[in-house]
């Protein structure tokens, strides 16, 4: 008897080891409903800094440098000395020029007086009318010769100025390329230094001429409500990931569009009082071009990034759970601006991702209520 039971609880056993186990219920996750509001319009794009003014500063004139007077990487002012150049060719010029003028000056003065005596003597015929003439030729030649000659010593002295290198513009000077001893020359133009003028200081980007396009649409069709150009305000990320803690302003668009990458030049102008802004720094120019009247945001943890884009997870009809690729605006506080891929309505996993897979259904939490203070 024993004999023949033990096969039948062996298959008893075996039928109650292939029976699947319960499903496990549907994840809880929490979800926001994407509600339409509001939303400043903000516009990332890289950019370089760059000086107001930059000034080259040349030899005017031909010398040996005899002396450096300021220090390298300072503040100057508009007229503050930088270069000394050895004055003595320029000096015995200026005065060789003097003495000419001086020359002319008598000259002319010997020529007037004939002149003046000679004009009574015409009329008592004691003189002909030829030689009167020629005397007032040579009076006029003499007043000739003495601004000319002026010009000359005025040309020479501007000469001996320039052997006294000035800062042309006020701002931060630069290193010098010139040292003691080196001989310069006015017609080579030879570089002795530079200065820029750092405050206020401008920053340079580029916008894709589509984009604009874009942008100009949108606010002739009242989806975006934009400021005047010239009061469009800016704002940079530095390298650091820091905020500029001040707010420029657009002051500059190019009219055309660069045909080699299609995109359209742009400036906007900073205060720099601590200058902190040097030229040539990388820096991120976020510009706030207006405002969307129907924009969308959704909290940074619902969102996925990945080499494909950025998703969310959306619940659907009958609480399934399902990606949806979107394309993500700017951050503000913590939250995303959702350009493309979302409507209102939209209800968005932001809690419990980690358990969701796609196709599945999922179950919402009921909304937390905050506790009574």
């Known amino acids: 008897m024993l004999a023949r039971f033990l096969p039948l609880a062996a298959l008893a056993l075996t039928a109650c080891g292939s029976a699947p186990p319960p499903a496990p219920p549907p994840p809880e ?8 509001q509001p939303v400043t319009n903000v516009v990332e794009l890289p950019a370089r800094v760059q000086a107001v003014r930059t000034a080259e500063v040349r030899a005017r004139t031909d010398g040996i440098v005899e002396r450096r007077l300021y220090a390298e990487g300072t503040d100057v002012r508009q007229g503050t000395p930088l270069f000394q150049i050895d004055p ?5 010029a200026y005065n060789n020029a003097l003495a000419q003028l001086r020359r002319a000056e008598a000259g002319a003065a010997n020529a007037a007086q004939v002149v ?3 004009r009574p003597l015409v009329g008592q015929q004691a003189i002909s009318n030829q030689e009167y003439d020629a005397a007032v030729a040579q009076s006029a030649q003499g007043a000739a010769d003495v601004g000319s000659a002026r ?3 005025e040309r020479a002295r501007l000469d001996l100025s320039y052997t006294r290198v000035v800062a042309p513009i006020s701002g931060r000077v630069g290193r010098a390329q010139v040292t003691e001893g080196a001989l310069v020359s ?3 133009a030879t570089l002795m230094t530079t200065i820029e003028q750092l405050d206020p200081i401008y920053v340079n980007f580029s916008q894709s001429n589509t984009e604009l396009l874009g942008i100009r649409r949108d606010v002739m069709a009242g989806r975006i409500s934009a400021p005047n150009f010239n009061s469009t305000p800016v704002r940079l990320v530095l390298d650091d990931g820091s905020v ?3 707010v420029g302003h657009l002051d500059f668009l190019d009219l055309s569009v660069d045909e080699a990458t299609g995109t359209v030049s742009l400036r906007a102008e900073f205060p720099n009082p601590q200058q902190l802004l040097i030229p040539g720094q990388f820096v991120r120019a976020r510009i706030e071009v207006g405002r969307l009247a129907a924009g969308l945001k959704v909290p940074q943890r619902a ?5 494909q884009g950025a998703t969310v997870m959306v619940v659907g009809a009958n609480n399934i759970a399902n990606p949806r690729p979107v394309k993500l605006g700017d951050i503000q506080g913590e939250e995303w601006v959702i350009r493309e891929g979302l ?3 939209d209800r968005v996993i932001v809690n419990g991702l980690q358990k969701v897979r796609p196709g599945s259904p999922v179950r919402i939490a009921a909304p937390k209520r905050r506790a009574a203070r």
């Open 29 to 36: 996750v929490d979800v926001v409903t994407l509600v339409s």
């Open 88 to 92: 003595a060719q320029n000096q015995a």
């Open 116 to 118: 003046q005596r000679y």
């Open 151 to 153: 010009a000359q010593a």
């Open 186 to 188: 006015a017609s080579q």
């Open 244 to 246: 500029y803690p001040i």
């Open 303 to 307: 969102v996925q990034l990945g080499a």
């Open 343 to 345: 409507r209102p309505g």
